[in-house]
């Protein structure tokens, strides 16, 4: 990863210290390389001189740390290979390394490592098939499997929290359950409407919300309702999404009680596959980065200047599932 760091020309006060060697910079999932003279961020966190001959090394760690994001790991998977990579990138900076590095230490440090995420992904393949037996004595049909985006693990954590679907009255019912409908506050002369009431148990609304999320990227009236409260209504995206979940668990719930499977459906009531419905939802409702930035831009500076001096944490959104 070759990038390079430039001092923001925007930012008063800010000085720049020019390196006559390759400079990692590190933060979180990421880590960039500024190589030869280039300007770097006096201030920027994890800044420091990469030892003469360790660049190869040290651009190879970098890599593994950018893409790290989009592993497919837990998030126990996660820091552990972050602890390791950081220990690693470490050693081939002038502050730790003493103009050396050893290799041979660092191979049996990442390879032991190693063998504890092999452990950790063989515990989780063992209570992955655990939950799979369980899930299908419960649900032999698959039917809230069956939704859009939802693998057996995520579908079992949902059913286990709600139970059988049959006891609850009527659908309304179900969503009260979740905690996911709004919160009505009465007088004699007026109903004001707010916040979801996020009564009830906190890890079903969890699993809804990473169901709804996965779910309105794959069926197409869920992406479009998305698209509308997103952008078109200037909704918050965990306010979005919890509308989502609501819907989402109303259609799980309408199809449990019918004993039928999922339909998936475009907008236009025609019957499709899952990967036609991915497709389509990319195509027609993916919202980009330059929107997707500016709708958070404007989300912050609304929530500031509605609520500034008030003492509230500014960033969560009221509907997030906590």
Excluded at 20 to 38: K, L, M, T, Y
Excluded at 42 to 48: H, K
Aim: charged content about 25%; aromatic content about 4%; some cysteine.
């Amino acid at each position: 990863m070759k990038v390079r760091l430039d001092a923001d020309p925007d930012v008063v006060g800010v000085t720049t210290t020019t390196f006559n060697a390759p400079v990692i910079v590190s933060s979180g999932d990421r880590a960039q390389i500024a190589w030869g003279n280039h300007a770097v961020h006096q201030d920027q966190d994890g800044t420091s001189e990469i030892t003469a001959g360790s660049e190869g090394i040290a651009e190879l760690l970098a890599e593994i740390l950018g893409i790290l994001a989009a592993a497919e790991l837990t998030e126990a998977q996660g820091a552990v290979v972050r602890r390791a990579d950081a220990d690693a990138l470490g050693e081939t900076t002038t502050a730790t390394s003493n103009e050396t590095l050893d290799f041979d230490e660092l191979a049996e440090d990442i390879a032991i490592e190693i063998r504890q995420i092999k452990a950790i992904d063989a515990e989780i393949d063992a209570l992955d098939d655990r939950i799979a037996a369980l899930y299908e004595a419960a649900d032999p049909a698959g039917i809230v499997a069956s939704a859009p985006g939802i693998g057996v693990v995520l579908a079992a954590g949902i059913l286990a929290r709600t139970g059988d679907l049959n006891r609850f009255e009527n659908l309304a019912g179900v969503r009260s359950f979740t905690g996911l409908v709004p919160k009505v506050d009465q007088s004699d002369t007026s109903e004001h409407h707010s916040g979801p009431t996020k009564s009830g148990d906190l890890g079903l609304r969890q699993a809804l919300f990473l169901a709804a999320d996965l779910a309105r990227k794959v069926d197409p009236t869920l992406a479009a309702r998305y698209q509308r409260l997103y952008v078109d209504n200037g909704k918050h995206h965990n306010s979005a999404i919890c509308t989502i979940a609501a819907v989402l668990i109303t259609r799980i719930a309408a199809s449990w009680r019918n004993g039928q499977l999922y339909e998936l459906r475009d907008t236009d009531g025609r019957l499709i596959t899952q990967d036609e419905g991915g497709k389509r939802c990319s195509e027609l409702y993916k919202i980009d980065a330059a929107t997707r930035a500016a709708r958070n831009k404007n989300n912050t500076a609304a929530a500031w200047t509605g609520r500034r001096g008030k003492g509230v944490d500014q960033s969560r959104s009221s509907s997030q599932p906590v």
